[in-house]
């Protein structure tokens, strides 16, 4: 699929901002988005159907194998753009189709990272780079959408966790514009539960600063103890991971944090 308003303005010949056209355009991009999805499904099937040796002879890296296979990652500039449409409620396929181009992004990342024969440095950084991108760009431009609010969370439940910085990227652009998100407690408590990545940095460098090499269930805890201390559900939560969280650096957070309460 082209960038929003490539398809919007240039090839479906309509102006996005007229209300009065809003369900001409719905209509249109569902019937695009249905077309995307079957294209796309077969062209993930092919990928993954040839072999390793001519993989390799295909992409030359994750920067050129995005750009062969979904167009690159241009879709920054189309989720701008969509941003600035004055009556953006009104044509919500827009919204949620671009939300499944980059949940597509990611996936295409998941699948070179499965096919390809170890990653350099430059490769690792890219991605940690692009997935960051992603979730500041959706909590940035779907701030007041409840979209933006479930796609990070959803990536936060459902196992996926896609890397350490991402579960932390998400987790702090949603203490940024949610935290007063009637969820947000329940969420971030789930989060500091169950995520499963550990702290990646030294005990000595653990501070009420959040670190992306945090482990994503203390800055869950951080940012639930910024906003909402005293509440007796962080209390509690604070309590069972000074005891039972599995990472050291997290249960002694954790014990601090009860300490100065």
């Known amino acids: 699929m082209q960038l929003i308003d490539q398809f919007l303005v240039e090839q479906l010949h309509i102006n996005i901002e007229s209300s009065t056209q809003s369900v001409e355009i719905q209509h249109k991009i569902h019937t695009i988005s249905s077309v995307w999805k079957r294209v796309d499904l077969k062209r993930r099937q ?21 750009m062969k296979t979904i167009g690159g990652i241009n879709l920054f500039s189309a989720a701008k753009y969509f941003a600035e449409i004055r009556n953006r409620e009104e044509i919500s396929v827009v919204s949620e189709s671009l939300l499944e181009r980059f949940d597509s992004v990611l996936e295409y990342i998941e699948i070179y990272d499965a096919k390809a024969e170890g990653l350099s440095q430059q490769e690792l950084d890219f991605i940690v780079d692009t997935e960051i991108e992603i979730i500041e760009t959706i909590a940035k431009y779907w701030q007041n959408n409840p979209f933006g609010y479930e796609w990070l969370v959803r990536y936060l439940d459902d196992k996926s966790y896609k890397l350490q910085e991402f579960c932390v990227a998400a987790i702090i652009e949603l203490e940024r514009y949610w935290f007063n998100h009637p969820d947000y407690v329940d969420d971030l408590i789930r989060v500091s539960l169950n995520n499963p990545f550990d702290s990646m940095n030294d005990s000595e460098d653990s501070c009420d600063l959040i670190d992306y090499l945090d482990s994503p269930r203390q800055v869950a805890m951080k940012c639930l103890v910024k906003h909402y201390k005293a509440h007796p559900k962080v209390v509690a939560l604070l309590q069972d991971r000074a005891i039972k969280d599995q990472d050291e650096q997290v249960r002694q957070w954790a014990s601090n944090q009860l300490g100065a309460i």
Do not use: A
């Open 46 to 66: 092919d990928i993954w159907g040839k072999d390793d040796t001519q993989w390799n002879k295909d992409y030359t890296d994750i920067s050129d194998f995005l």
